[in-house]
């Protein structure tokens, strides 16, 4: 819903009773207006999913006892007053104070979803494999949390007909590290099928880039190559431009 | 035992790049190291120096920098003359007048003082256009064919314009600049669609050099990181030299206008600086600053 600044109440419950009209499945409701929140979590039938709480002291005082007051499950992300974590140890610190806090209200780890926060490519290349690595790691550091990512967001700034390969790729490495979950674009067919296991070949060469395995790429078809040049550009193995895939 | 100190080398090497022909030839670039760390490995070229001409007769100049130049720049070939007689390595004409917002030469006049220059002085030639995209295209096109084969290193191409204008240098036998602003993956773009028409070794990156106080730092930072992915990660789309067309960015700040001392200092201390972060090529107007930059190159500052 984003901020929800116009008729919150009336907006929240509205986008959820129109949802509810014609699905049975759980909800993930996303807006910053804890106002338009509550009012979408008071009509859910099936126990949502509060997106998103936060490290910011708002959020603690807002989204989180909401999250209680409510029984949902919640999305906890990586940020805090003082904006994303930049590395993987300090995105570590940030989420382990925030789900003591959370755990300190009574809010169980199982019901908690962690949100690595996912910056784009194109604007900031360390990163995406920071979020990588913080994947990688989150299962020892926090028995039981699952974890959840806004996918497209890797290509954003990315011009519109490549970015569906970077969410594609990006998906099946971070899978590779023990992802969970992603809120990710369903009208892309590739990805869908990449999702259900199919194209074996594709997922087993993204692997082979992540284990620092040796891949020829002169053997390679076009397809396979992309991949792999995603894949590359995505570890930041090698520099990134909007022309990735033609070097 | 004896100590060796450990020494650092690289899989990477920077392009060789030669501007003009025969005995006008410039080389640049070619080094298998960091900048200037000449201990570390081989360095084919040491960066290149360049004094600047115009074919608009230096307007706008600080009285300072127009001063070694005064009696000559009404006339482009005489005024390249003494940058070669005050040492420049090679001279760098940019065609200022040629800007529509200005005098708006036609490309056919401005490729004929080319031509000229071109015939009357002994050394290689970088032609700026005025930075008018659309206009530079038409006139340096236009260069390209006049001069033909005279192996000129000629641009700005940018984004807008890289495709006729990297058609037309690759056609007649020049080189190209390939100016972005200020972004190393804007950089990396350019380089790779430039690369499908012109190999490495007709292509020099511009990132864009800004004056100290001005973002000189951005420029620093831009130049170092291509250096360390060409060099260090050997990645093809960034190995080509590097030109530092600073000397207009310097001259234009009021700290330089304020008086000579500072003027001249404000150019040397960023040429200093960008040379330091990996600059082949140094594009400067005062006299002073090609001779300390030359030192500075040879070891003897």
């Known amino acids: ?247 | 035992m004896e100590y060796k100190a450990p020494l650092e080398t690289y899989s990477g090497r920077v392009k060789e790049v030669v501007i003009g022909k025969r005995d006008k030839a410039v080389k640049i670039g070619g080094e298998n190291i960091l900048p200037l760390h000449y201990f570390e490995g081989n360095a084919a070229n040491k960066p290149k120096v360049a004094l600047e001409i115009d074919d608009s007769g230096a307007v706008g100049w600080p009285e300072w920098v127009r001063e070694p130049y005064k009696d000559v720049v009404s006339d482009p070939v005489r005024w390249a003359k003494r940058c070669l007689d005050l040492g420049a390595d090679l001279i760098c004409l940019r065609l200022e007048s040629t800007d529509p917002q200005g005098a708006n030469t036609s490309a056919e006049e401005a490729a004929a003082l080319v031509k000229k220059v071109v015939a009357e002085v002994e050394t290689a030639l970088i032609v700026y256009g005025c930075g008018d995209d659309k206009k530079d295209a038409e006139v340096l096109s236009r260069v390209a064919e006049v001069c033909r084969d005279e192996n000129l290193l000629l641009g700005p191409a940018v984004k807008e314009n890289y495709e006729p204008l990297g058609r037309a240098v690759a056609d007649n036998g020049h080189c190209i600049i390939a100016q972005t602003p200020i972004d190393i993956n804007l950089e990396k773009e350019l380089n790779v669609k430039l690369l499908k028409q012109l190999p490495p070794e007709r292509i020099v990156i511009d990132p864009l050099s800004s004056a100290l106080g001005y973002g000189m730092e951005y420029s620093f930072t831009i130049m170092e990181r291509t250096k360390q992915i060409g060099v260090i990660h050997g990645d093809f789309a960034m190995q080509m030299p590097i030109i530092a067309d600073l000397g207009g960015e310097c001259w234009k700040t009021s700290q330089a206008k304020a008086s000579r001392e500072q003027g001249i200092l404000w150019e040397g201390i960023t040429a200093m600086s960008l040379l330091l972060a990996g600059a082949n090529l140094l594009v400067l107007r005062h006299p002073d600053n090609c001779r300390m930059i030359k030192e500075a190159i040879d070891g003897k500052l």
């Open chain 1, 1 to 247: 819903m984003g901020p929800a600044r116009k008729d919150p109440e009336e907006v929240g419950a509205w986008l959820v009773r129109t949802v509810q009209d014609v699905t049975d499945l759980a909800i993930s409701l996303d807006t910053m207006n804890p106002v338009a929140m509550e009012a979408g979590l008071k009509l859910c039938k099936k126990r949502p999913l509060l997106n998103s709480a936060s490290g910011k002291a708002d959020s603690k005082a807002g989204m989180m006892q909401l999250a209680l007051k409510y029984n949902t499950q919640v999305i906890i992300s990586v940020i805090t007053d003082q904006g994303c974590p930049p590395d993987v140890d300090s995105r570590v610190e940030s989420i382990m104070d925030t789900v003591a806090y959370a755990n300190e209200l009574g809010i169980k780890n199982e019901d908690i979803w962690v949100d690595p926060i996912i910056l784009p490519v194109s604007a900031d290349q360390k990163q995406v494999r920071e979020a990588l690595e913080f994947i990688k790691i989150l299962a020892d550091l926090l028995p039981g949390v699952k974890s959840v990512v806004g996918l497209s967001n890797v290509s954003n700034g990315t011009p519109a007909p490549l970015r569906g390969i970077l969410n594609r790729t990006y998906m099946l490495m971070l899978e590779k590290n023990g992802l969970y979950s992603a809120i990710a674009d369903v009208l892309d067919p590739e990805l869908i099928e990449l999702n259900k296991g199919g194209m074996p070949g594709i997922r087993g060469l993204v692997n082979k880039i992540m284990e620092g395995k040796s891949v020829n790429i002169g053997d390679l078809d076009e397809l396979d190559r992309n991949y792999v040049n995603t894949a590359r550009v995505l570890l930041g193995e090698t520099l990134y431009s909007h022309a990735w895939l033609e070097s």
